[in-house]
């Protein structure tokens, strides 16, 4: 490895901030084209907020991004072309519910609440899908209340409009689910586009037909790989954080702890909030600046218990899990295709992770069982192997799954999420203009901004 | 200046990463108890953002931090000491209030609204005066609806709360002052407990009795530069960033672009976000990191226009003025003390900040010209001299005044504000446990951080 700034500048087209899956689609797209490229990636592995993980048994699980569904179309080739095999989430049976410290079960969408609380949701979530057909997925900012929804929170927003605690516990679940924060955290607008660009609130939240349908049987950071491996080991280098983006007016200078380089176009694939701690010259916009000041992650920790079988199924459950206590709020079954082994997935979200971040990964591993014997049984309390992914502790994600605008940013910002500055262009899900947050979202960013570069290189 | 990471790094007891007022009060106090100190600091100039200029005709004017006011003590101590002289804010005369295209002007503190308008305010001012002081000020967190109020913003209280237009734009208008920020950034809890700290919204929008009563002849930069001079050049370092912290089991290794200094403790003085673009070895806890990624600095450009005399005095103007509409919506007379020339000092905040950051200074100067006309008539067309700053795209400060908490982070993250993280410690007026976002809470923070380092070095 290199010292910072010694020795002549290796060169390229395009330099490439960032393995991610958006980085890597980005950079395939322009070697595709016959573009030279490069890309510099922080941590010693490919694949960002995908991480894939062989258990002792074996199975491949998913620490980081973990299903796709329908209407992500270009996930949906981008694994077909890849050669990789998809499989259904588990579904069958009978869904724990645990509200207020009582279990229940359902086997619909719709919990089994009380009569009055099942109105209430049922509501809530017709009154959340209205709204979110009102915002333009173009452009957010012409909703006819866009500002006033900018102005407040998803958690105020909820304490005027949904009547019944069951409700409310329902619709925190869901937020903390789909976004790994706190309703106080979410601008009502952004929590509102964010539903838009995926297809609404119930398309993001289920199983089938939705966004936690298809899993991946060589787990999804297998995408990545492969890309990086048909990118080849000159093109793709690891241990190489980005420090310093130094545009001039012939080109940029591109400096990492791998050494620097001279390139034509930068295209900067890691979310805002990291963006923003790289040192540019001369300095960004103010807009921009302040917009990586105000895009901070969400806050999960993703857990992976493994047992002998999938006991829960014989049951009857389906091994999904809602709930509005203890650290694990949202469980699903995580058993390999063929049900040789059980597992489950659980998820520290929101407050749950920043209580858990940094704790051992045995208080961890204690915390999640407890959760999971409580809507499982006793036969959950001895899984034969645990794992889990401390996200916000992960020091080139810093958070998961994406970004969480509170008020105002959207509004104030929304213009320069996407708006290259010079020679240097935005990817990552953050900036994608469907599925954002998501892998689709982070496939449609690297193409978008792979084809800004290719139009500028002209 | 020497290479980064290259020659033996330079020692020190503790070292201070930026040369601001809270930082220099820090190595000011380690100093006077006889620990070797070393400052490193950004910019090519001390005093963070306090900013004192010359103009054309010699008036030393602030475009930073300007006032000091009653319970101040650490502030008026300091400049006492220091040998600077103070004067009080001009504020004789009738106040210009712009409300909807409509000028009007009034003598007290409450301005000429309609009279429901003006009961209207009353109740606000009332009400929000009552809501602070049920936030101790020890544990904001403590406060009895504490995670309510963390969980809205002042945005959405004032459409609940507030009924007349006049009353909504005069509590904007309050809250872009104090904030630099829209009311729909700020959560109410933040909101309340910043008011807290300095006694109240009275307190800190007055200028009698208030905290824009008090100015320095020399500038508040001076305070700064004078404790910069006292500890002298081999103990404050110009041109060095801090790019790296990274700690092990005997001391910490400081990296910066002057070089590298190896030292017992550090203490950082610098705004959380800013604090965050540096990279910790080991990796900072994920509360603490999440935190500078939800502590964005406030939107303000702050201008000086010099006529050759205080027309408006003459008038029976105070050079006071308060509007909805315009880029410059509030105004404060800025001559100096004798009065030799007219100045006004106006402010560009919030969305007109983002509005005009990045433009010309000729944009701006015609931008603000055309407010100041608007408020004291066509003598105040044709300054002899106009000179603003651009703190949001100033690269070390990246906005003013202060952090701007949205809702949520208050309640997750105010424990990470203070604790020190291994050897490494926070300063800065974001740290403050009174006056936070003040020169006040500047001092109060480099002093309760170097306590913290002198009882650590034993």
Same sequence: chains 1, 2.
Wanted: glycine share 10%; proline share 4%.
């Amino acid at each position: 490895m290199e010292e910072t700034g010694q020795g002549a500048p290796r060169e390229a087209s395009v330099v490439v901030v960032g393995a991610g899956l958006s980085g890597l689609v980005a950079a395939r797209r322009l070697a595709a084209a016959g573009v030279s490229v490069v890309v510099l990636e922080a941590r010693d592995r490919v694949g960002g907020r995908t991480l894939s993980h062989t258990t002792a048994q074996g199975d491949r699980v998913d620490l980081g991004a973990q299903w796709i569904g329908p209407t992500q179309d270009r996930m949906t080739k981008l694994v077909a072309e890849l050669g990789l095999s998809t499989f259904k989430q588990w579904y069958d049976g009978k869904k724990v519910l645990s509200l207020g410290g009582t279990l229940t079960t359902y086997k619909t969408s719709i919990p089994s609440l009380s009569l009055i609380g099942a109105v209430d949701l049922g509501i809530t979530i017709q009154r959340i899908e209205t709204l979110v057909k009102e915002v333009p997925i173009e452009d957010p900012l012409s909703a006819a209340k866009a500002f006033e929804w900018d102005g407040t929170t998803v958690e105020a927003w909820k304490r005027k409009n949904v009547k019944t605690r069951g409700a409310k516990a329902m619709l925190d679940t869901a937020v903390r689910a789909v976004f790994a924060a706190e309703p106080s955290e979410l601008s009502l607008l952004f929590f509102l586009y964010y539903l838009r660009q995926g297809g609404g609130l119930m398309r993001l939240t289920e199983i089938v037909n939705g966004a936690q349908e298809t899993r991946l049987a060589e787990g999804f950071q297998e995408v990545s790989k492969r890309i990086a491996r048909a990118l080849g080991e000159e093109r793709v280098v690891l241990g190489a954080p980005v420090r310093r983006i130094a545009q001039d007016a012939g080109g940029v200078t591109v400096t990492s702890d791998a050494g620097t380089w001279r390139c034509k176009r930068v295209i900067v694939a890691v979310p805002p909030a990291l963006a923003g701690r790289i040192d540019y010259e001369p300095g960004l916009p103010a807009s921009r600046d302040q917009l990586t000041q105000r895009s901070p992650m969400g806050s999960v920790i993703k857990c992976v218990a493994t047992y002998a079988s999938p006991f829960w199924r014989q049951a009857g459950y389906s091994g999904e899990a809602l709930s509005d206590v203890g650290s694990v709020k949202l469980v699903f079954d995580d058993s390999p295709e063929d049900g040789s082994h059980g597992a489950l997935v659980g998820f520290f979200m929101g407050k749950d992770a920043r209580a858990m971040s940094g704790k051992s990964p045995e208080e961890r591993k204690k915390a999640a069982v407890d959760s999971l014997t409580r809507f499982f049984g006793p036969s959950a309390a001895a899984p034969i192997d645990y794992v889990d992914q401390d996200w916000p502790a992960e020091r080139w994600s810093r958070g998961c799954y994406s970004m969480v605008l509170g008020p105002g940013v959207l509004t104030a910002h929304a213009s320069a999420l996407r708006a290259p500055v010079g020679r240097v262009h935005w990817a990552g899900t953050e900036t994608a203009r469907v599925w954002t947050g998501y892998m689709e979202g982070a496939v449609e960013a690297g193409e978008r901004a792979s084809d800004e570069v290719l139009a500028a290189l002209g």
